[in-house]
């Protein structure tokens, strides 16, 4: 072999190299970044009358049906709640309370993969 062979030879090894790291890092980098991006799942929804308006300052509840944590949220005049950042191996029960009147509980469970997850509330405020 000649030695413009052998530099032409070492430079395709050198670039096939660059190529296989590049393909074994590229996965790596994105599932850090996806990872980092949500930490858990985001449980949102509306607190609703019968008649579909928003019921104003209804409160919220969302409990950890493992520790039984609960967490609140009392709504605005849009009747939208949030609750961010829950896990996501544990099931969750949600309703929603406005003077003394209470709406069905509705259960999040661990096995629905949604990031984001809607429910709708009704409370009967007759």
Known sequence: MTTTQM???GFQISAICTFALALIAEPC???KEK???TPGRLLTGKVLDKQDNAVINAVVYVTDTRTRA???YIV???GIYRFPA???NVDYEVYAQSNGKSSDTKRMSQFDDRKVVDIVLRIDTR
Do not use: N
């Open 86 to 88: 829950l896990a996501t």
């Open 76 to 78: 605005g005049p849009d």
């Open 7 to 9: 530099l032409v030879r």
């Open 70 to 72: 609960v967490k609140t």
């Open 29 to 31: 980098a994105f599932a």
């Open 35 to 37: 990872k980092d991006a």
